[in-house]
């Protein structure tokens, strides 16, 4: 487990690293994509644009001690994100069913995206073909459909906390 756990921390810091020149900065309209959700249905960012503020949050694996930490925390808070009129989507390459079961598992209250090409993480910036998983980056993307907020370097532990200050701030 730990070789598989430092394995994955390498993986997602390499790619980082040199794909951060291709994420989509401050300002900049949000890419638009579709990929198959966790819920069943087909995820179309652009049927999200215009109703609240989207938090698109990349990171490397299910069911992983640093990817629970973190979706754990923002379930925990989820009323919090709600009343700040955000809806959370997470992204990885792992399969729905592999996302179904780590929502059954942690009773997840949001959706989350099945990136299983990388082809969304490749349009954020935040992977290559090479990527064994995506890395953990964020993206607050506005009503607007622009990005507000970019975080490349997040804190599994302090996410949750971190995104709902950002949120305020925008208002």
Do not use: W
């Amino acid at each position: 487990m730990k070789t598989l756990m430092l394995a994955l921390f390498a993986a997602a810091a390499t790619p980082l690293a040199t794909l951060a020149a291709d994420m989509p900065k401050v300002g900049d309209k949000a890419p638009d994509f579709s990929v198959a959700a966790s819920d069943g249905t087909t995820f179309h960012l652009k049927d999200n644009i215009g109703k609240g503020t989207v938090i698109l949050y990349f990171y490397p694996k299910d069911d992983t001690p640093g990817c629970t930490k973190e979706a754990c925390g923002l379930r925990d808070t989820m009323d919090e994100f709600k009343g700040l009129n955000a809806t959370v989507f997470g992204v990885s390459f792992d399969s729905v069913g592999s996302h179904k079961a780590f929502i059954a598992k942690y009773k997840l209250p949001f959706v989350l995206l099945a990136d299983t090409d990388k082809s969304v993480a490749k349009l954020y910036g935040v992977a290559n073909d090479s990527s064994k998983v995506a890395s953990r980056v964020t993206f607050v993307i506005d009503k607007a459909g622009t990005i507000a907020y970019v975080n490349p370097h997040v804190n599994p532990a302090t996410h949750a906390a971190e995104l709902q200050a950002v949120l305020k701030k925008l208002g």
